[in-house]
C-alpha cells in the first residue's frame, strides 16, 4: 500500500468492527507515526500476533512496534483511567513504548460524571430512543466539548485548574444526575485525587500534536491515521440518531490532528466481506436467522469492548457506495473473507424497496420496512486462510471479489483471510473496478 501517496488514512465504511486494527498493524511498518483522530475508549482495535491477542481501544494500534511514534489527537476523548490500564496491559506484556506516544493537550477528557451520564441516559431512555452506547460516557464528553464546558489534557495535568473546573462542572452535572435521573451523585475529593495521580503519569506525553505532526512532514516522514469505529456511525452523516458522538469517516481527520486533508494523499476503506452492526439503530441487511447466527459464530462476532453479539447480514452495496463517496476512499481493504468460507452461496444486497418503491441511494433515514434486494453469487466451500496471493483463491472468490469492485466503484489493494497479520494478501497492482453498475446504465 499505497502506491502513490506519502500520507494514508484508514477509515471504516460500515459500522465500525470492519478490522481496522489489523489493517493498520500489518501497514504500519511502511510508516514512522501513527495517529488516531477521534472517538474514544468506545473503540476495540484487534491486532493477532502468533498466539497473543492485543485489544487497543484508546491507543493507536502502532504502538506494538518499537520504531513508531504514536498520537492520540485532539479529536480523541481520552479517559485516563482505561489509557493507563491498556499501557499496563502492554507492559505486563513486555512492550514498553510509552516513551513513543504523544497525546494533544487539546483533547478532551473522560470523567466518571460522563459514564454515569451515559448509562443514566441509555437506561431512562423509552425503547426507540436507546442508542445503544458501549456505556464509556462517550457521548457526554463530546456534548461537554460542544457545550464549551468540557476539560481538556492542558487542563487536567494543572492541578489547580483541574480542581476549579471539576468542582463547578461536577455541580452541574450532580444536579442532572440526581434531578433529571433520580440517581446517585458523585464525590468531588475521590474524582479529583485520583485524576490527579493520572494526570502525573501523562504529564510527560502531553503537548500540541498539530506542531508535531507538521514538523514529522516537513521532515519527510509518512503518516497513518488510524479512524475508530465506522463511517455509517459518524455524528453528521451516519444513520442518525445511532451513531457515535465523533466524524468517524475521513472528514473527522482534519479537525481531529489539526492537519491538513489536503495532504493525506491515500483514503483506505475498510469493509468486512459482510455486514455487522453493535447497538441500536437500522440495518437493511440484517438476518436475524441461523444464516445470521452462522456469520456470527464463525466470525466471532462479539464486540471487542462490551462483549456484545454482534448483528450479522449480508453486505450491504448501496451502503458500501455511500460510504466510499463520502469518505473520497481511494481502495478497500476486504476483511473476514474467510468468513464466508463454508457458505454455499453469498449474498450482495444491490438495492432497497420500501413498500414496492425501488431506493437506489441510501436514505437519510432508514424506514424498518426497507428491504434489502440481493444478487446471490456462488460461494467457494474451500478454506483460503493459506491463501498468499489473489491467484491462490479459487474462481468464486476471486469473482467475489471482483464484484465487489466493479460494483463499489472503487479498486481492492488488500484481503484479509484469517485473523493473523500473515493472513493478508496484498494486490499489487491493485485490482481495478471493470464496467459494472456504470455499464448497465446506473449511475450512484
Ligand atoms: P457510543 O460511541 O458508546 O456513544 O455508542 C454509540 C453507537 O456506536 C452504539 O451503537 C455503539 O454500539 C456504536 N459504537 C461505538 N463504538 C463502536 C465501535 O468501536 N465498533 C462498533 N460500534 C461502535
Known sequence: MPNQSKHLCVVGIQWGDEGKGKVVDVLSSEFDVVVRYQGGAN?????????????????????????????IG?????????????????????????????????????????????????????????IGTTLRGIGPCYTDKAARLGIRMIDLIDAERFRTMLQRNL??????LSKVYGGQTLEFEPILEEYLRYADRLRPRVRDISELLLRAEREGRRIL???????????????????????????????GTGFSQRR????????????????????????????????????????????????????????????????DIDALAITKLDVLDGFEEVRVAMSYQLSG???????????????????ALPGWKKPITDAKKLEDLPRPTRDYLQFIADESGCPISMVSVGKDRSATIQLRPWLEPGPGRAARGVHA
Not at 498466539?51 to 511514534?69: C, M, N, R, T, W
Not at 440518531?241 to 468517524?248: D, I, L
Request: hydrophobic share 35%; proline share 5%.
Open 43 to 71: 473503540a476495540g482495535h484487534t491486532v493477532k500476533i502468533g498466539e497473543k491477542e492485543y485489544v487497543f481501544h484508546l491507543l493507536p494500534s502502532g504502538i506494538l512496534q518499537a520504531d513508531k511514534v504514536c498520537v
Open 74 to 130: 485532539n479529536g480523541v476523548v481520552i479517559d485516563p483511567r482505561a489509557l493507563i490500564e491498556e499501557l499496563d496491559q502492554l507492559r505486563k506484556s513486555g512492550i514498553e513504548h510509552e516513551d513513543n506516544l504523544w497525546i494533544s493537550d487539546r483533547a478532551h477528557v473522560v470523567l466518571p460524571y460522563h459514564r454515569a451520564l451515559d448509562q443514566a441516559r441509555e437506561t431512562a431512555a423509552s425503547a426507540g430512543g436507546k
Open 171 to 176: 455541580a452541574l452535572k450532580n444536579a442532572e
Open 225 to 255: 491515521f488510524e479512524g475508530a469505529q465506522g463511517s455509517l456511525l459518524d455524528v453528521d452523516l451516519g444513520t442518525y440518531p445511532y451513531v457515535t458522538s465523533s466524524n468517524t469517516s475521513f472528514l473527522g481527520l482534519g479537525a
Open 264 to 327: 493525506v494523499g491515500t483514503v483506505l476503506g475498510i469493509t468486512k466481506a459482510y455486514s455487522t452492526r453493535v447497538g441500536e439503530g437500522p440495518f437493511p441487511t440484517e438476518l436475524k436467522d441461523a444464516t445470521g447466527d452462522r456469520l456470527r459464530a464463525i466470525g466471532n462476532e462479539f464486540g471487542a469492548t462490551t462483549g456484545r453479539p454482534r448483528r450479522c447480514g449480508w453486505l450491504d452495496m448501496v451502503a458500501i457506495r455511500y460510504a466510499v463517496q463520502l469518505g
Open 357 to 375: 418503491k425501488p431506493i437506489e441511494s441510501f436514505p437519510t433515514v432508514l424506514d424498518p420496512g426497507l428491504e434489502p434486494n440481493y444478487v
